[in-house]
């Protein structure tokens, strides 16, 4: 079992950045893909981007690639999100989730596939 925290949300400018952390709690975390997701006021919850096991493989939102950045840190059950070069559209509360399926590909980009979720944090990016 994998318990995601997110954490490094805030209010920043258009073009500023931002980096989101999420630390998962559980030994399960090095067997876990990785996935971060937002949702903005009215809309539905989009995928943003999501890492495989090991960190080797990514994939992102066509919206976010080339700006955001995600990563993880296995000896600390960390994932990050790195995003520059903010815009209005990025406000979002950004969600870090969990696919321990033991699936034999990935990541996914379908939000069902993820098992455990986090509580959010709020992006707000000003114009």
């Known amino acids: 079992q994998v318990q995601p925290v997110e954490s490094g949300g805030g209010l920043v400018q258009t073009g500023g950045s931002l980096r989101l952390s999420c630390a998962a709690s559980?030994?399960?975390?090095?067997?876990?893909?990785m996935g971060w997701f937002r949702q903005a006021p009215g809309k539905e919850r989009e995928f943003v981007a999501a890492i495989s096991r090991s960190g080797e493989y990514t994939v992102y939102a066509d919206s976010v690639k080339g700006r955001f950045t995600i990563s993880r840190d296995n000896a600390k059950n960390t994932v990050y999100l790195q995003m520059n070069s903010l815009k209005p559209e990025d406000t979002a509360v950004y969600y870090c989730?969990?696919?321990?399926?033991?699936?034999?590909?990935?990541?996914?980009?379908?939000?069902?596939?993820?098992?455990?979720w986090g509580q959010g944090t709020q992006v707000t990016v000003s114009s």
């Open positions: 989730a969990a696919d321990l399926s033991g699936r034999t590909y990935g990541p996914v980009k379908d939000g069902y596939q993820y098992d455990y």
């Open positions: 559980g030994r399960a975390f090095s067997a876990a893909f």
